[in-house]
Nanobody
């Protein structure tokens, strides 16, 4: 069993940066592929990015590619989402997720992930 906790959200102005963290309060995520998703009111949860369990491969949605960076520190049991050049349309609740499988068939799907955090709000003002 894995329990995830996100932190680092807040209210920022457009063009600035935030770094979200996702840590396991129970269990380990050091051997698990991880994903970041976000959800705005009235919208479905959408894929933001993912990182392989070893950290050597990262994947991003087109909307954040080049602005967001995912990294992990397995020694600290933590995954990060560095968000730069934030836009008002990035406003959402951000969730991290862990998969119990080493290899994901569809890392962009919420169904690929078994464990989810409670989410952290990111609000970007114009």
């Amino acid at each position: 069993q894995v329990s995830l906790v996100e932190s680092g959200g807040g209210l920022v102005q457009a063009g600035t940066s935030l770094r979200l963290s996702c840590s396991a309060s129970v269990g380990t995520i050091s051997n698990k592929p991880m994903g970041w998703f976000r959800q705005s009111p009235g919208q479905e949860r959408e894929f933001v990015g993912a990182i392989s369990w070893g950290g050597s491969r990262t994947y991003y949605s087109d909307s954040v590619n080049g602005r967001f960076t995912i990294s992990r520190d397995n020694a600290k049991n933590t995954v990060y989402l560095q968000m730069n050049s934030l836009k008002p349309e990035d406003t959402a609740v951000y969730y991290c997720a862990a998969s119990a499988e080493r290899i994901l068939s569809d890392r962009r799907s919420t169904y690929a992930y078994n464990f989810w955090g409670q989410g952290t709000q990111v609000t970007v003002s114009s």
